[in-house]
T-cell receptor, first 109, second 112 residues
Framework: EDQVTQSPEALRLQEGESSSLNCSYTVSGLRGLFWYRQDPGKGPEFLFTLYSAGEEKEKERLKATLTKKESFLHITAPKPEDSATYLC??????????FGGGTRVLVKP | NAGVTQTPKFQVLKTGQSMTLQCAQD?????MYWYRQDPGMGLRLIYY???????DKGEVPNGYNVSRLNKREFSLRLESAAPSQTSVYFC???????????FGSGTRLTVV
């Protein structure tokens, strides 16, 4: 059974204070690892897809990396508008996404 | 704007009532999904449709039925609502080329 665990559950940062979110996974035959951002009252918004160990993707202040067991989402010099819940998910055989519980990030000015 | 449209956005039901949540996508995606999101539980798959004419159970299908009406539309039906079905429901569709999912904005359902 595919499993995804995200840590920490919640993260409070000062503006400009860089940090990392962790997503550890157990899956047979990883087809892709996904990061989503979710704002309150809205659906998840796609950020990145990573397909193989060693791959990295960047978008503005966010950088996602992937190893064989986990992925990290690095937030560099965050701003208050980066406050959101960040979701990690894996896709394996069967074309279904399995999600982790998410990390709630609050960036204070 | 292209994307996934869900209706209604909010609904309150009494225990035992039935209702259908509607979902439509205009991106010509083959696969569509229904998830529920509960505090502390994350997003859990209820049902999915890999292509028009097919549907399969996900992780938490009990109490729900689905219909893939055509390539664009995938509905979720609660035949006899229970308080345990109070949740936020998200519909998603998938681009087969890159495995990416596009989500709707959700339906917040309360069963009293």
């Amino acid at each position: 059974e595919d499993q995804v665990t995200q840590s920490p559950e919640a993260l409070r940062l000062q503006e400009g204070e860089s940090s990392s979110l962790n997503c550890s996974y157990t899956v047979s035959g990883l087809r892709g690892l996904f990061w989503y951002r979710q704002d309150p009252g809205k659906g998840p918004e796609f950020l990145f897809t990573l397909y193989s160990a060693g791959e990295e993707k960047e978008k503005e202040r966010l950088k996602a990396t992937l190893t064989k067991k986990e992925s990290f989402l690095h937030i560099t010099a965050p701003k208050p508008e980066d406050s959101a819940t960040y979701l990690c998910a894996v896709s394996a055989a069967g074309n279904k996404l399995t999600f982790g519980g998410g990390t709630r990030v609050l960036v204070k000015p | 704007n292209a994307g996934v449209t869900q209706t209604p956005k909010f609904q309150v039901l009494k225990t035992g009532q039935s209702m259908t949540l509607q979902c439509a996508q205009d991106m010509n995606h083959n696969s569509m999904y229904w998830y529920r999101q509960d505090p502390g539980m994350g997003l859990r798959l209820i049902y999915y449709s890999a292509s028009e004419g097919t549907t399969d159970k996900g992780e938490v299908p009990n109490g729900y039925n689905v219909s893939r009406l055509n390539k664009r539309e995938f509905s979720l039906r609660l035949e006899s609502a229970a308080p345990s079905q109070t949740s936020v429901y998200f519909c998603a569709s998938r681009d087969v080329a890159n495995y990416g999912y596009t989500f709707g904005s959700g339906t917040r359902l309360t069963v009293v």
